[in-house]
Every structure is written in C-alpha cells, then in structure tokens.
C-alpha cells in the first residue's frame, strides 16, 4: 500500500514568490494535515482538511492556504513567500474508523521549501 | 540513521495515577527530542522538546521528560493523569541533516479510565 506521497522533495523560491506544495494520502484516508517544520523548532500545525473542508488551522498568516481536492489529496499554498517560510512542510493522513475517532496520522516525507 | 521506538502500542492507567510513556531512539549524534500529544480530532501539539542543558525537560499540561543518554532514552511523565489526557502520544527525534527532519515513533495511545 502506497504511504502518503508529497510534491516536490525539494522547492526554491525567491522572496515574494508563491509556492505549492501537493500532498496524496493514504488511500482510504479521508483526512489531510499539513505542518510546518522550521528547524529547531519542531512540527508546527498548519492546517487539517477532512472531507473536502478545513477543519482546524493553526496560529500562520493568511497567505499560507490549501484545499482539499474530491480524491481527498491536498495543496497547500504559500504566498508572498518570507525568508523564514523556508521549512520542511509535512503532510500526514488519517483516518476515522466509524464513530470512534483512532485517528493515526501518517507523515509524508516532506517538501523542503527554500526562499531565498 | 536516525529511529525512534515507542514500544508500548497503547496504555491503561486510572485517573489520577502517575504515567510513564517511553521512548529509545537512535541517532549518531545528539538529537533534538520531542514529545508530541494527539487529541482525537486534533493534530499535533507539542507537549515539550530537548535541544541540550538540563536534561528533566518541563512541558505543557503538566508533563516531563527525562533525556537518558546512557539509556537513548527519552521517557515522558505525568505524576497524576486526568481524564483528558487520554489521547495518542508521539515521540520524535529530529537532526539537521541539510534539512531538518524529524522522525517520529508510532505512538502511544493513552486511555483514561475513571
């Protein structure tokens, strides 16, 4: 079974530039999350997508949005990048078996975004 | 290469009662630790990290953790659990490599019971 598959490894861009990044869960989960890894710093939570909807967002400006696409994959967008948007952004899926939420997040292995 | 090893897949304990959550890891050099806590519903919040200094760490909601270098350990603790601590438990080992990267454990999901 296919992990959850991100796009692309690797991402440069220069100041003021947009990026997106592409996340493809586990097929039969329903759920996207996105964090931010800034180093030394850990996951930060960006955004948590759920059947087509955002759920939840973290504490980041506008300018870092996504979506949800009917086959459950996901963008997350950046734009107006900043020097301190370069980061590892991980995406995990999950899913929720019946009424009971056991949901276990599985991780991509990231996009490393570089603003320059 | 960097590994992270929870090995209690889940965790029963009463309220009130003290908890230990543990965690080995495997990297070459001195990692950065995490501990990280999911609520149902909820990503990832980090419960407390460790980078260096002194090696009882303090966190959020009440919770330690202790570095063991002799030991690659990394156990967190809670002297008296609440009923809302009952959620799934992440430890990672993070290193800067070109580019940070963190791998987490797969979890330890704490139940509550009253």
């Known amino acids: 079974e296919a992990g959850v598959t991100q796009s692309p490894t690797h991402l440069i861009k220069t100041r003021g530039q947009q990026a997106t990044l592409r996340c493809s869960p586990i097929s039969g989960h329903t759920s996207v999350y996105w964090y931010q890894q800034a180093l030394g710093l850990g996951l930060q939570f960006l955004l948590w997508y759920d059947e087509g909807e955002e759920r939840n967002r973290g504490n980041f400006p506008p300018r870092f949005s996504g979506r949800q696409f009917p086959n459950y994959s996901s963008e997350l967008n950046v734009n107006a990048l900043e020097l301190e948007d370069s980061a590892l952004y991980l995406c995990?899926?999950?899913?929720?078996?019946?009424?009971?939420?056991?949901?276990?997040?599985?991780f991509g292995s990231g996009t490393q975004l570089s603003v320059l | 290469a960097q590994s992270v090893t929870q090995p209690d897949i889940h965790i029963t304990v009463s309220e009130g009662a003290s908890l230990e959550l543990r965690c080995n890891y495997s990297?070459?050099?001195?990692?950065?630790l995490f501990w990280y806590v999911q609520s149902p519903g909820q990503g990832l919040q980090l419960l407390l990290k460790y980078f260096s200094g002194d090696t009882l760490v303090q966190g959020i909601k009440g919770f330690e953790a202790e570095f063991k270098r002799s030991q690659s350990s990394f156990n967190l603790r809670k002297p008296s659990v609440h009923w809302s601590d009952a959620a799934e438990y992440f430890c990672a080992v993070g290193a800067d490599t070109g580019g940070f990267k963190t791998i987490f454990g797969a979890g330890t999901r704490l139940f509550v019971k009253a």
């Open positions: 995990a899926s999950s899913y929720i078996v019946g009424d009971e939420t056991n949901e276990k997040l599985f």
């Open positions: 990297y070459g050099a001195t990692p950065y």
